[in-house]
């Protein structure tokens, strides 16, 4: 199996978890086990009336219809290079967050609708408090040790000193490394600032609760932060030593850390049972401050201090007080993620579009005694005096790209041919012929947006070669 082919199926792996994810996000959203689908308060009895059950009933079938369409499309990432697999998930990703949306928002408007029309009211019993008693700082003692992260930290840094070691095609994968470190700190800092809640009336109860929350919560950041960075440090041994044991490490280390945070977060799950088992816990009555938006359910009220808000999961998926300070910052900074995204996405394929079309994407030139191919998105020098031989091709044969970055217009970095094994490779794609250079140590392929630009280089090389 080549590595193109392991690349496709690793990315149809992730496809598939997301398919998974954001289907059981949505089809939740119409259980009545917590009393409130989509966000809308109805009694036990309610739940069960025909005209309700029909509206829950076509929301999960169109639902079911949709993610069932999107798993079957997932058979196109084999027909994509790797690049566009990726960016097919991106763009896969976003539709399966917003589509769904609409079919929420339409069925949460027939029960509000439904609601309204059978005159169904629902007095509130119970309501909110907030135990000024509790001390954050307090509950942050009972979270795991921070030298611990320093396990983690420290193979995503072995990841990182390997990856440069492998000159310019590492580049791109040690800045994976660095981004994993940032998710560490992030992380850490996210269950620290997490706000104390109120469970029931005793403060004692509320303070260990909250402790035990945020000591499941560490232990379980801690093994998926391990199980990541093991995961970087093998993909990095398969792809620069060609390994397949690495590959295996990689996968059987994140199995192990998601187990393991799963394990720790349903033994907190238990231990807040039993402890909450005779408590009265208090439950919010906010149904004028849900809303469906584009990415599914929306709370914002700002009369109410938490930045996350329970939704119809009964605890597992949390929605961002919108109208919270601190969740106003959140969902700005969603914005920006998905502003960066949707920039590299412009940078790595519309871009090189745009220069390959103005003839702009790559310049090849000789200036004292120096090949220099140049361009907004490459820059390369090889000394002239170093060739030993120079060829003209419109046919490199089979190739796989093992490092740098490539699309249907340029490529860039480590390639390997079948018929000049491992090269250095700086080409406009779409304009032959190619010009392939080799050295003592290295074979260099390139060219120029113009053909005949690149034909004139070769006719140079060779006349001063004496060829």
Partial sequence: ??????????????????CAT???TYIQEARTRFGHPFMVRITAVMAKEES??????????????FFFVCVFLGAIIFFLPPQWGFVWMILSGFVQIMLPSRIERTSRKRLMLLKQEKQ?????????????????KRSNQSMTSRWWFLIPIAIQCIAFVYCLVQGEGGKTFAAVCVLGLLIIAAGIGFIRWLPNKTYCE?????QRMNGKKKAAASRAWLWICSGD???NLGIAGFLYSERLQCLFLAGAALIVAVTAAILALAEYGREKQYELASEVVYEYDEEAYWDVGWFGLRYSNPYDPEVFKENNSGGLNLAVNQAARQGKWMTAGIILFCAGIALFVVWQFAYPKYLDKKGLLADLVIEDGVIQVTGPLYDAKIPKEQVVEAELTDDLGEGIRTNGSSTAS????????DKYGNVRVYLAWKHRPYLVLKTETDIYIVNDDDPAQTIRIYEEIKGGNGS
């Fill in 22 to 24: 954001f289907y059981w």
């Fill in 202 to 206: 005793e403060s004692t109860v509320n």
């Fill in 229 to 231: 960075a093991v995961w």
């Fill in 410 to 417: 340029y490529g860039k970095g480590k390639f390997r041919y």
């Fill in 1 to 18: 199996m080549d590595q193109i082919r392991i690349v496709q199926l690793i990315y149809l792996g992730i496809y598939l978890l997301l």
């Fill in 120 to 136: 169904w009211f629902i007095r509130t019993e119970s309501r909110h408090k907030i135990d000024l008693k509790l001390d954050r």
């Fill in 52 to 65: 309700v059950q029909e509206i829950l009933g076509q929301y999960k079938k169109r639902i079911r219809l």
